[in-house]
């Protein structure tokens, strides 16, 4: 059934928390999710004209990046989205067979291929994107939390977690269960102040967003940088010249 | 939103059939509209080819056709499956009134029971159309109040004009039909009217700040996108229409779905004869080129917040 399960107190919501101020946007767990997921519980993940000018695939996390601000004060984020198992998923509700559900004793929000009809209703309803549909199958995709990790008795225990999570080499990905007030994930929220996305709609995303520190603006001195290097590398050998390129970038 | 020919066209043929087979199941029993059984063989076929034709070309957007019948589960939470029951019961109360009317051609008052039911899941049929759409908060162009208005003005008139048209068969004069449909006509012209001025003046509530919850150090705007070839989101929910082409397909509708029909019915009320039939069929010809461009732009002007992940800056 698509309503939703029922809410008890206590009840168990994991999910992600990302530090959008010490992403590096590498894209590593973009990578690392494909990567798993592939061959997980939502396998295949298919790739459409995959060497060809217009390829395209399903990807259960992307990385945006954006631009904040102008000037000096100006900064760069990158920004991993990816399924936020939302505590009123209109994605679930709207399934008009029963496919997509959310899971009473999580939280996690997942599809059941087997009974999809493909409609697409459901990725229309989420406003975050987060939702894929294969062409090849005929039925829509999305993030799974890495159920068959998070769970996997095969694995060892500090391998119980995303992959997404797993793989993160600045540590910008944290994984636990934002029910309980005591956990690490929830300390992290409430210590930096951790964002729903469009709370405006009423989805109540389970996973959170940690913003940018302040930081004291730093005056930008390297810009004299690659001037100097052109004038000592003026007339140089061929080889010079590309390692004055390779460092100048 | 991507606009897909197979909803287009779903939805304007059965808003059609659907307020086609209202208006049957109301005028009928209650005495408005003829019994003649040839007349019900060409408006009851006409209601059910256009409903059934419509639900069967929704089934060519499913990515698994066959297993469609599933659709029909999630009442309790789905405006979809809603759509999907009451279409289905439509159809079978408007057989047992279509079987009372063209086999036994005496009207029973049971079967012009059925008629009312009929017309009355029709009209719920309508409206769970207009709330599919209207229920999708992500895309401001649909969660509004106009949405379903709109659905349901444009059925009752389509169902109008097609009535007019089929009954100047049997009846060479009518007087009241064509009025109505006049009627009809220009409501669904203000409603569609009032539905494009309130998308013009509004946005959605969602920014790219929202999205991002960034935007203390001043103004957020996309740097890079995630993939540098269009995906399923793109594809589908990326969408957009440019601003000179939009108000021209508005000014074709505006002429070909309202401006023209209304003209034509005014003809044929004051003609009659073969010449308004003429008239009307032009009506229903004109609504029906229209009515698939109004139905294109409300697709192709609609925008989902996922945009605002890909650079757009409010929805």
Known sequence: MTDLPTVYPGQKKLGLVIDLDICVGCHACA???????????????????????????????????????????????HFPKSCLHCEEPACVTVCPTGASYKR???????????ICIGCKLCSWACPYGAREFDADAGVMKKCTLCIDRIYNENLAP??????????????????????????????????RAGADLMPELGYRPVNKYLPPRRAPAMPLRLMDLPAEADSEAGGGSALLRWVDRLLSR | MHPALSIVFFTTASG?????????????????????????????????VLA???????????????RAWRAFSQWRSSWLSREGVLSLATFAAAAVFAIGWIFFGVFS??????????????????????????????IHQWHNRWVVPNYFALGVMTGFLLLDLILRFWVPFPLGTPIL?????????????????????????????????????????????????????????????????RVRLRAIARITAFALPAILTLVALIAAGTTGILAAAMAVASAALGLII??????????????????????
Not at chain 1, 36 to 52: C, E, I, R, S
Not at chain 1, 104 to 111: K, M, S, T
Not at chain 1, 165 to 181: E, I, Q, S, W
């Open chain 1, 31 to 77: 990578t690392a999710c494909k990567e798993w997921n592939t061959g997980g519980h939502m396998a295949p993940l298919p790739d459409f004209d995959p060497y060809g000018d217009e390829a395209w695939g399903v990807w259960f996390n992307r990385i945006h990046s954006f631009e904040e601000g102008d000037g000096d004060g100006a900064r760069t984020v």
């Open chain 1, 104 to 114: 009473a004793e999580d939280g996690i929000v997942l599809v059941n291929e087997a």
């Open chain 1, 158 to 191: 500090e391998e119980r977690q995303p992959a997404c999570v797993m793989v993160c080499p600045t540590k910008a990905r944290f994984f636990g269960d934002l029910g309980d007030p005591n956990s690490e994930v929830s300390a992290l929220v409430a210590a």
């Open chain 2, 16 to 48: 059609a059939g659907f307020g086609l087979l209202l208006l049957l199941g109301l005028g009928v029993p209650l005495g408005l509209l003829p019994v003649n059984t040839m007349f019900g063989v060409a408006a009851l076929g006409s209601a059910f």
């Open chain 2, 52 to 66: 059934a034709s419509g639900l069967a070309s929704s089934a060519f957007h499913l990515g698994r056709p066959e």
């Open chain 2, 109 to 138: 008052s049971v079967s012009g029971l059925f008629g009312i039911v009929a017309a009355v899941l029709a009209a719920g049929t309508i409206y769970c159309t207009g709330m599919i759409y209207a229920s999708l908060k992500p």
């Open chain 2, 181 to 245: 449909t006049l009627i009809a006509v220009l409501a669904a012209w203000w409603t569609k009217e009032r539905y494009w001025r309130f998308i013009d003046t509004t946005s959605a509530p969602s920014t790219i700040a929202s999205a991002t919850r960034l935007g203390s150090r001043g103004r957020v705007r996309l740097l890079e996108p995630p993939h540098t070839q269009d995906n399923y989101l793109l594809q589908e929910m990326g969408y957009r229409i440019a601003r000179k082409h």
């Open chain 2, 294 to 315: 109004e139905r294109w732009l409300f697709f192709a002007e609609a925008k989902h917040t996922v945009t605002l992940y890909y650079g757009a800056e409010a929805v």
